[in-house]
Each structure stands twice: as structure tokens, then as C-alpha cells.
């Protein structure tokens, strides 16, 4: 975030996104990052959801990430959700944030996969 913003303090960075120094602290010891503040940064600052989460959509030895997908063209078809969806749905989130690397990878992967075949 702080590459593709161009800000060079977490102090900055938690301005940005209406946190505190000490959110930002917090998300970088744990690795992760809330989704709505993902989403809020790409938005803000035009960058791609793709670069943000996976590094994908950097143009090779470029300095900045391509312009962002639109939040609703992740979301599109998507909404609202059947019961049986919604269900399936919860599991993943259970898998990411409570099973280990090798199962979220896992998913992430069949996903990804799934996905890029549509």
C-alpha cells in the first residue's frame, strides 16, 4: 500500500485510511489486512484489488500498479446470495481465517482456477 500510494510513513498510510498508527502497526504483525480497508484503499488510490492481494496486475518493472478493477465487477452475479451459497461462503471465510496456510491455499487455488476458466 505504502508503494502504490507514494506514502512513506504508517502514520500517513493510517491517515489515508481514517486508522491509527497503531492499526497499521497491528495489521503489519499479523500479516493480514481488514477487507474494507483494502477495498477502501483501492478505491482512494485507483489501485487494482488484484495488485493489492495477490501482486497481480504489476506491470513488469513498472513503478506503479495498473488502474483498479471496479469493486462491483468482483461483485457482479454474485449478489444476493442463495441460502446454500451463503453457507458455502461462511466455510471459505472459516478455511482463511482459521485453517492453516496449506488448506487457505488450497482454496485460494481451486478458486483462482475456477475462476480464470469462466
Not at 510513513?9 to 491509527?20: D, E, I, K, M
Not at 451459497?85 to 496456510?101: A, I, S, T
Request: glycine fraction near 12%; proline fraction near 6%; hydrophobic fraction near 40%.
Amino acid at each position: 500500500m505504502m508503494q502504490a500510494s507514494g506514502l512513506r510513513t504508517s502514520a500517513g498510510l493510517a491517515g489515508a485510511l481514517g486508522v491509527s498508527p497503531q492499526a497499521i502497526s497491528n495489521y503489519r504483525k499479523r500479516g493480514a489486512v481488514p477487507a474494507y480497508l483494502i477495498m477502501k484503499f483501492s478505491e482512494k488510490f485507483e489501485v487494482s484489488l488484484d495488485w493489492l492481494v495477490r501482486g497481480k496486475g504489476f506491470p513488469a518493472g513498472g513503478a506503479r500498479p495498473v488502474p483498479r478493477l471496479e469493486v462491483q465487477e468482483y461483485l457482479s452475479g454474485c449478489l444476493p446470495l442463495s441460502p446454500e451459497e451463503l453457507v458455502y461462503v461462511g466455510m471459505m471465510l472459516v478455511v482463511f481465517r482459521r485453517g492453516n496456510r496449506l488448506s487457505a491455499g488450497a482454496v485460494k487455488s481451486a478458486v483462482e482456477e475456477t475462476y480464470s476458466r469462466l
